[in-house]
């Protein structure tokens, strides 16, 4: 009996371990891994794919894909460098670009799949090419510099480190209060106590710890690392705890039962897609700020990353089933890994193909995992 507990335990928490093992040993084979500077810019590169992998959480739970998630990063990046050079400021150029970019390009994508039923792969790599195309034209195939210096603030600024510290304390006593309506709910019920959420508590828990030694002891906490948690916690809350979410589950586990039952299918799919070309387009905002400019080939092969991060998060490609959390560890997995391979002077090579049997071992995990359950 306690061997099935600890079988069972393990195949419930295997990204959650496997990313402690990968980072204690990294940690292991590099002092300069675990330092606080180089641990605060895996999190700032985790930012990105971290941001697209929330949107493609949703789309993947209703049993979708969207490939053109990359050519957006790089079509928003080039539209918001040009909107201010000609001459609109930072803070408008922002969201224009979002309508214009995120939300067309959305819209365009979830209209074809959901009023024709095309399938998504079809649909999403045709807007791949086209977006791409696009950022190249409106370029001239060249970068394009930034114009407002303002605009740095999204991609490079930190919250002061003393601030970093009060944020996290309030993020650890919000967490207290939930455990309190965990416990109260839970005692009511009569059902057993944290047992199933015990090892997420405890990684939360190490996890506020974490970022406190590495914000709190550098610069502070960058602020597209703090835009990362927001949308993180959004999309957790949105899952987890309205009737949009429930919707979402019940699309990917079985559409028609879905439809039968009431639901939008044709609104929720358009909103869906609509939220991942968004969360792409603030990604390559952001990544433009940092670099302070944009290039047209910016973006190149996130889709990969995002689709990575969802799928070792646990979320199954057949919809349904998945988690935000998840791929929040996913994400992680993929940043610390490519962060060690660099600092072990492994070949960007090389690392195309680790990355690449990840992926493939995820997906085979995902399949014994539904064998299983149907045994």
Known sequence: MHGNQALRF?????????????TVALALADPTFPTARNLSNVARQVTIVGIIGVGMTMV??????????????????????????????????????????GGL???????????????PFIITLGMLTIGRGVALSLSSGSSVPVADPSFAFLGSAYIPPALTLVLLAIAALAGLYAIAKTWRESRTAGLPLFERDLPGMIAAAVGLLLAAYV????????VPVAIFVVIAALAIFVLGHTRFGRRLYALGGNEEAARLSGINIYATKIIVYVTVSLLSALSGILLAS????AS????????????????????????????????????????????GMSLLGVSSFYQLIIKGLIISLAVWFDVLQKKNWKN
């Not at 819209?107 to 399938?119: C, D, E, L, S, V």
């Open 10 to 22: 393990f195949r419930a928490n295997a990204t959650l371990i496997a990313l402690v093992v990968l």
């Open 60 to 101: 993947i739970l209703i049993a979708g894909i969207d490939l053109s998630v990359g050519s957006v990063v790089g079509v928003a990046a080039v539209v918001v460098t040009l909107l201010m050079q000609y001459g609109l400021a930072a803070w408008i150029a922002v969201p224009v670009t979002l309508l214009i970019v």
């Open 105 to 119: 390009v959305g819209f365009w994508n979830g209209f074809w799949i959901a009023h024709y039923r095309i399938p």
């Open 215 to 222: 914000f709190g002891t550098s610069d502070g906490l960058p």
């Open 290 to 293: 940092r670099l302070n400019g």
């Open 296 to 339: 047209p080939n910016l973006g190149n092969m996130f889709e990969l990353d995002a689709i990575a991060a969802v799928v070792i998060g646990g979320t199954s490609l057949a919809g349904g089933s998945g988690t935000i959390g998840g791929t929040i560890i996913g994400a992680l997995i993929i940043g610390v890994l490519n962060n």
